[in-house]
């Protein structure tokens, strides 16, 4: 297990944290609430450990939204640039974060073990042979699983 501290932060600056623990989930979401909360194609999600996030700099806001399940998800992101940091399931008591894993200091490899949400996805995109594939939302154990496999799956 990589026990390696990883910083990461905001656009602005204001919002720094730590990451120890290796993350237990990497994966693109096409989903439409994702195209928006990111402005862009898809998002990308990294399950980590409650635990293993340490805010050390800023002040965090939340947004919470209802999500197609009932369910409520909480976004937290920086109050002066509004970068978003991670979302939490908040019914769904997992002790994870989704964190947003672009906001890492160093995030040139970032190599996703799925892709969920294909129904919804931007109509160029192809997804990777060696990621497993989802047309909608697996159960969280699948990508647990696929995760943990990194990416030596092809489709599903
Ligand atoms: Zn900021
Ligand atoms: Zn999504």
Redesign the pocket.
């Known amino acids: 297990m990589n026990t390696e501290i990883k910083q990461g932060g905001c656009q602005c600056g204001q919002v720094t944290y730590e990451l120890s623990g290796a993350p237990v989930a990497l994966y693109r979401?096409?989903?439409?609430?994702?195209?928006t909360?990111s402005g862009a194609a898809?998002?990308m999600?990294m399950w980590v450990r409650v635990e293993d996030f340490k805010l050390t700099s800023g002040v965090l806001k939340t947004y919470v939204r209802v999500a197609d399940s009932g369910g409520q998800v909480e976004s937290s992101f920086c109050e002066y640039c509004g970068v978003r940091i991670y979302t939490q399931a908040l019914r769904l008591e997992s002790g994870y974060l989704v964190l947003k894993p672009g906001t890492l200091s160093k995030s040139d490899n970032l190599k996703p073990s799925a892709d969920?949400?294909l129904s919804s996805k931007q109509n160029w995109f192809e997804p990777p042979e060696d990621t497993r594939h989802f047309d909608g939302q697996p159960l969280l154990e699948a990508l647990f699983e696929s995760h943990q496999e990194s990416g030596s799956t092809v489709g599903d």
């Open positions: 979401c096409h989903c439409t609430e994702c195209q909360a898809f998002g999600s969920i949400w």
